[in-house]
């Protein structure tokens, strides 16, 4: 595979190798050389190249492009969904989601940009003059994980573009085919030289993009861990940043909850995607009076899961995306073991496929607020459980956590959980609701879940400087 700079596909000059596993099955998909410092180097200058151009475009004109782009997403939606699906892991159906999303998003800021007043005048009583103006903040380095390729890409390339801002684009490592097939489909469209440049690079040259004197912004998704060095190295040149870091994120099963509807939000909410998500709701309170009928249904649905490689339905869930992510979800269940964690489950009930990166979803109950599993993101499917008997106490118990990205709340009074989700410190709340998000809303946590915001006018707003002219 190559990389794509200045409008051209170019050989990488870098020596270290990836290997890439169809997750399903444990086959070599194929083996590709990543970026070097070099061709960093080289798709910045191309994007700092680009970048007085592209800058000087109208709003309608970036519109323009970025319905090219939802159209011809649309053309080769069924290639997206098998590369997801062969890379990723993912079943059919939810690349399917993905691919679908990632169309409204390209469609929503091209209708958003034509909205903003980029320019305005206002009239002083002294006789002066202001324009106050917004202007792109230049070239933007955008890093994004293996989890939900092409949709957290859309969430940052679209608003960037619509700005006017010029990028450098650096997909996972491990699951970079649907981004390689979005850029060769830009490529088709012939989009303006430059202004889109993508590295398949490692760490060692995302660290080179994320130091780089010519970048202006960062916007980067991933774990705190990694989040904390971006934003460090990012301090060095005071580079803007947008971090959508890690989650912990609770779901409270309030008195007066629909059980079936309980249930299915939490299984929703914790083993879609096998659990690899950041907005994973892994920890879950219920009020101690429907607790034992809350547990029962629960505890039967689990058990009736099916595991597979491209299976439909909320009671189907397929493999972990790598090896090592697979590693790391089993050392937690070792700690769970030495930790006596009480397991709601017969693990026997559930039959893990011969080959493949597969493994059974846990539910642990009256998990202790110190255990790691309570409080550290896990990635993966294990969900721990907690009672409560005061709402109180599940807002104090939801909130003690490093993080702040998401929740959920199940009630059978949303004015109720409109009043209780004021009180949470969370970034996005669901009332009675699956995790969708529009592109309209917005894409953020307090506390170690990140900084800045993505989506809606938040995240168009994320790659804009104001500046004020007073005559």
Same mark, same amino acid.
């Given at each position: 595979?190559?990389? $794509?700079?200045?409008?051209?596909?170019?050989?990488?000059?870098?020596?270290?190798?990836?290997?890439?596993?169809?997750?399903?099955?444990?086959?070599?998909?194929?083996?590709?050389?990543?970026?070097?410092?070099?061709?960093?180097?080289?798709?910045? =200058?191309?994007?700092?190249?680009?970048?007085?151009?592209?800058?000087?475009?109208?709003?309608?004109?970036?519109?323009?492009?970025?319905?090219?782009?939802?159209?011809?997403?649309?053309?080769?939606?069924?290639?997206?969904?098998?590369?997801?699906?062969?890379?990723?892991?993912?079943?059919?159906?939810?690349?399917?989601?993905?691919?679908?999303?990632?169309?409204?998003? $390209?469609?929503?800021?091209?209708?958003?940009?034509?909205? *903003?007043?980029?320019?305005?005048?206002?009239?002083?009583?002294?006789?002066?003059?202001?324009?106050?103006?917004?202007?792109? *903040?230049?070239?933007?380095?955008?890093?994004?994980?293996?989890?939900?390729?092409?949709?957290?890409?859309?969430?940052?390339?679209?608003?960037?573009?619509?700005?006017?801002?010029?990028?450098?684009?650096?997909?996972?490592?491990?699951?970079?085919?649907?981004? #390689?097939?979005?850029?060769?489909?830009?490529?088709?469209?012939?989009?303006?030289?430059?202004?889109?440049?993508?590295?398949?690079?490692?760490?060692?040259? %995302?660290?080179?993009?994320?130091?780089?004197?010519?970048?202006?912004?960062?916007?980067?998704?991933?774990?705190?861990?990694?989040?904390?060095?971006?934003?460090?190295?990012?301090?060095?040149?005071?580079?803007?940043?947008?971090?959508?870091?890690?989650?912990?994120?609770?779901?409270?099963?309030?008195?007066?909850?629909?059980?079936?509807?309980?249930?299915?939000?939490?299984?929703?909410?914790?083993? #879609?995607?096998?659990?690899?998500?950041?907005?994973?709701?892994?920890? =879950?309170?219920?009020?101690?009076?429907?607790?034992?009928?809350? $547990?029962?249904?629960?505890?039967?649905?689990?058990?009736?899961?099916?595991?597979?490689?491209?299976?439909?339905?909320?009671?189907?869930?397929?493999?972990?995306?790598?090896?090592?992510?697979?590693?790391?979800?089993?050392? $937690?269940?070792?700690?769970?073991?030495?930790?006596?964690?009480?397991?709601?489950?017969?693990?026997?009930?559930?039959?893990?496929?011969?080959?493949?990166?597969?493994?059974?979803?846990?539910?642990?109950?009256?998990?202790?607020?110190?255990?790691?599993?309570?409080?550290?993101?896990?990635?993966?499917?294990?969900?721990?459980?907690?009672?409560?008997?005061?709402?109180?106490?599940?807002?104090?118990?939801?909130?003690?956590?490093?993080?702040? =990205?998401?929740?959920?709340?199940?009630?059978?009074?949303?004015?109720?959980?409109?009043?209780? %989700?004021?009180?949470?410190?969370?970034?996005?709340?669901?009332?009675?609701?699956?995790?969708? *998000?529009?592109?309209?809303?917005?894409?953020?946590?307090?506390?170690?879940?990140?900084?800045?915001?993505?989506?809606?006018?938040?995240?168009?707003?994320?790659?804009?400087?104001?500046?004020? *002219?007073?005559?």
């Amino acid at each position: 595979m190559q990389n $794509y700079i200045n409008g051209r596909w170019q050989n990488t000059t870098g020596t270290s190798e990836i290997e890439l596993i169809n997750p399903c099955n444990e086959q070599v998909l194929m083996r590709y050389f990543t970026a070097s410092t070099q061709d960093v180097d080289a798709a910045v =200058l191309a994007a700092h190249q680009a970048f007085h151009s592209w800058s000087l475009t109208t709003p309608l004109e970036r519109a323009d492009w970025l319905n090219k782009i939802a159209n011809q997403l649309e053309k080769v939606q069924s290639k997206l969904i098998e590369l997801s699906h062969l890379n990723n892991g993912k079943s059919s159906e939810q690349a399917r989601v993905d691919v679908e999303n990632s169309i409204h998003c $390209y469609r929503y800021y091209a209708d958003l940009v034509q909205k *903003i007043a980029f320019s305005q005048i206002t009239q002083c009583e002294n006789g002066t003059e202001l324009i106050h103006q917004k202007n792109p *903040i230049g070239v933007v380095a955008l890093i994004t994980p293996w989890n939900f390729p092409l949709i957290t890409s859309a969430w940052k390339i679209a608003p960037a573009l619509a700005a006017g801002c010029t990028l450098v684009f650096k997909p996972s490592e491990l699951v970079p085919l649907p981004e #390689y097939e979005f850029t060769k489909m830009l490529d088709e469209i012939q989009f303006p030289q430059g202004v889109f440049n993508l590295i398949l690079a490692d760490a060692v040259a %995302a660290q080179h993009l994320v130091a780089h004197d010519e970048v202006n912004k960062v916007s980067f998704t991933g774990s705190t861990e990694v989040g904390i060095h971006v934003m460090q190295a990012a301090a060095r040149s005071v580079k803007r940043v947008t971090l959508e870091l890690g989650g912990k994120s609770p779901i409270l099963i309030l008195h007066d909850a629909n059980l079936d509807e309980a249930v299915d939000k939490a299984l929703g909410g914790m083993f #879609y995607n096998s659990g690899q998500m950041c907005s994973a709701t892994s920890r =879950l309170l219920v009020h101690q009076s429907i607790a034992d009928r809350f $547990y029962q249904k629960f505890k039967a649905a689990v058990e009736s899961m099916t595991l597979g490689a491209d299976l439909v339905g909320p009671l189907s869930m397929g493999p972990i995306t790598t090896q090592k992510q697979l590693n790391k979800i089993q050392e $937690y269940l070792m700690i769970a073991q030495n930790e006596k964690l009480q397991s709601l489950i017969d693990l026997n009930q559930i039959q893990l496929p011969k080959l493949g990166f597969f493994i059974k979803p846990h539910v642990f109950i009256d998990v202790p607020t110190e255990s790691r599993l309570w409080k550290e993101e896990i990635f993966g499917p294990i969900i721990c459980c907690r009672t409560f008997e005061s709402e109180e106490e599940a807002i104090n118990l939801a909130n003690d956590s490093d993080f702040g =990205l998401a929740a959920t709340i199940i009630t059978g009074s949303v004015t109720h959980g409109k009043t209780l %989700a004021k009180r949470l410190r969370s970034g996005h709340i669901w009332i009675n609701s699956f995790q969708m *998000i529009q592109p309209n809303s917005l894409w953020g946590g307090f506390k170690k879940s990140g900084v800045g915001r993505e989506l809606g006018e938040s995240g168009l707003s994320g790659y804009l400087e104001e500046n004020v *002219i007073t005559i």
